[in-house]
């Protein structure tokens, strides 16, 4: 008997420890994580979840006019129950949206992830009446629930190249 009562405050601390260690661990892991992927050209850029927990606003990509830019966002749900969002994607500029890329409702089971992928192009830019003076700046806005992320995609021409002069957009009606 007075060697268990002469451990007991060690099993007591131990159990402290490993409640904690148990703790952080659950509160890391559980949660709704995002992961995106731009490709561009031959180099894919990875946009982790841990980069806007760092309450980073934006990423910024580049891109030659005339190439496509691919995107593929995952979703992770890490909880116990099934979670349901829109997502969209846009393309903005000087505050006005220019194009809607994608809008889907997603349902993603109790850990698991969902993907959703599209591409910009610059002939979707052209057909908006949108172009390229040696570079322009786009911004590209996801969003889910009350989430929204921000990727600034640069066109840029090659150098020594006509810039290419955008087609005029008929006004509505006509």
């Not at 116990?80 to 393309?91: C, G, L, P």
């Not at 969003?143 to 995609?153: A, K």
């Amino acid at each position: 008997m007075a060697l268990k009562r002469r451990y007991l405050f060690l099993y007591l601390a131990i159990a402290c420890i490993a409640g904690l260690v148990a703790i952080f661990i659950v509160d890391a892991y559980l949660g709704i994580y995002d992961t995106l992927y731009i490709t561009t050209g031959e180099y894919e850029q990875k946009v982790e979840a841990d980069w806007w927990m760092r309450e980073e606003t934006f990423w910024s990509t580049g891109a030659r006019w005339g190439e496509k830019v691919s995107f593929r966002y995952e979703i992770e749900n890490h909880q116990f129950s099934t979670y349901s969002t829109h997502i969209q994607a846009s393309v903005w500029k000087e505050n006005e949206k220019v194009i809607g890329l994608l809008s889907e409702d997603k349902s993603i089971g109790p850990f698991d992830k969902v993907t959703a992928e599209w591409t910009l192009s610059s002939e979707e830019l052209e057909s908006a009446g949108f172009g390229v003076d040696g570079y322009a700046d786009y911004t590209v806005k996801i969003s889910y629930g009350d989430v929204e992320r921000r990727i600034i995609v640069n066109f840029y021409y090659p150098e020594g190249s006509e810039y290419p002069v955008p087609k005029p957009v008929p006004a509505p009606g006509r």
